[in-house]
Structure formats: C-alpha cells, structure tokens
C-alpha cells in the first residue's frame, strides 16, 4: 500500500484488514496521511494479533507520544514486525520511553526510524534500556532529534550491555553531541555491534574525536562519518592513529572541520 490519499474509509478498511490477519496485507504504508493520536489506537488494535505485516511505515504524520504509547504496547507482543518508520512527527520524550518498553520484549523488529521528532536526553535513555534487553534491532536512525551528551552516554550503555549486539547502524547526525558524548561513544564502542556511526552537524571537538579515536581500534566500525563538527587537526590525528589499528574500517568521514592546511598535511590528505 504505498502513495495513497487518506481517508477514513480507507484507513478503517485498513486497519480492520490486520485484524483478519489478511495474508496479502505484508506492507502497509501510511507516509503523509494526516494521521493523529487517536488512528494509532485503531490501528494498534488491527495489529494486537497480527502475525502477517513485517513493514508499517507512519512516517510524515501528526503523531505524538500518546499515539506512539499504543505502538510501543504492541511491539511488547509482536513477533512479525521487521520495519517500523516513524520519522517526521511529534514524539517526544514519552514516546521514545514506550518504545524502549516495547523494544525490551520484542525480537522481531530490525529497522526503526525516528529522526525528525523531539527525542531529548530522557527520551534516548529510555530508549537504550529497552535495547539492553533487546536481541533483534539492526538500524537506528535518530537525526535531527535534541539528544545531548548526558543522553547519548545512556543509550550508549544500553548497547554496551546488549548480549547480541544485533546494533549495527546507529545514525546520530545533527543533535547537540558534544565532547563528552562522543567521549561516552568511545568508550562503548568495542562492548557493541555498530559498523556504520554517523555524527555529522553536532558540537564534536579535539576532546570527542580523541575519545572516539582510543575507541575505534578495538570497535566493529567499517564506516564513520563526523563532517560539521569542531574538530582541528589533533583531533583527527587521534582518529586516524585509531583507524590504523582497526583492521575493518573502511572510512572516516572529516568534511567541513577545523583541520586546516597544517593538519591536513600531517594527516597526508
């Protein structure tokens, strides 16, 4: 079900189409439609006892923490669920905090989209308790939310302790990380699983990119992006003397920092 003008009729035939468990109905695709709090309550209701759709995809919609409240209660059960989108709408703290709960109970999602909403510190730290206790999730794309350092050191913990380490790519960019979050990342990197980190537009410095660089050797990274930050040429000497002891990093991603003629020389670029 894809590029679709919403309206009620179609929603609700939707909608009770997952509660017969419709064989067909693998995909259901809800970008722009308008959705609001109150549709995610329908539509949890449809998916309480489905064991058929694997991708739903919410993105471009009105919902906020309310509505996402129903979605986190439904992931607590369902074992079908790969793919769950929900970028661009108005989820918040709450929200991410009832889908941490879900994540800690369900094994089947791998992809899950909440960039462009207003995800801050608690929120994210909800989020990377849930995935402490999580053993499927693969792809997490936080962009352009509000999360701090003080957040990203509990979402990195939460990974740290995640036995399967299943995390392999975590998208971070344009958030308000700074020295000491990406120092916290650093730190977490060889207890995960992530291959593909980016940070791109946030408050990185010499500090973070020698954190981030001391953790690289021992991490699973093969690609990190960290262009628009603060970083000067110590820095990104840091990172480079940490990717040469990392035999599976394929690149390191510097553009637009303060790395100047003079670094760039030491750095061979």
Request: with cysteine; proline share 1%.
């Amino acid at each position: 079900l894809q590029d679709m003008v919403y309206n009620e009729e179609e929603f609700h035939d939707i909608c009770q189409r997952l509660k017969d468990n419709d064989p067909s109905l693998v995909q259901a695709e809800f970008e722009g439609w308008g959705l609001e709090d109150g549709d995610m309550e329908e539509l949890a209701e449809g998916l309480a006892n489905n064991s058929v759709l694997q991708g739903l995809s919410l993105g471009d919609n009105q919902i906020s923490d309310d509505g996402v409240a129903h979605l986190g209660r439904v992931l607590e059960t369902n074992a079908t669920l790969e793919k769950l989108l929900l970028h661009n709408n108005q989820i918040g703290d709450d929200g991410a905090s009832w889908l941490g709960k879900g994540l800690a109970k369900n094994q089947a999602l791998h992809t899950l989209y909440l960039y462009n909403n207003n995800i801050g510190d608690k929120g994210v730290g909800k989020l990377g308790k849930g995935l402490a206790e999580n053993e499927g999730l693969q792809t997490l794309w936080l962009k352009n939310n509000h999360i701090g350092d003080e957040g990203i050191g509990k979402l990195m913990e939460g990974l740290a302790n995640q036995s399967t380490r299943t995390l392999h790519g975590l998208d971070l960019d344009e958030n308000q990380i700074g020295d000491e979050g990406a120092i916290h990342i650093g730190k977490a990197l060889s207890d995960t699983g992530i291959q593909n980190l980016w940070l791109n537009y946030n408050r990185i410095g010499d500090d973070g990119a020698a954190g981030l660089g001391e953790g690289l050797a021992a991490s699973e990274l093969q690609m990190i992006w960290l262009g628009h930050n603060n970083i000067g040429s110590d820095g990104a000497i840091k990172l480079v003397e940490g990717l040469i002891d990392n035999p599976v990093l394929e690149g390191l991603d510097l553009d637009n920092n303060q790395i100047g003629d003079q670094g760039a020389l030491e750095l061979g670029i």
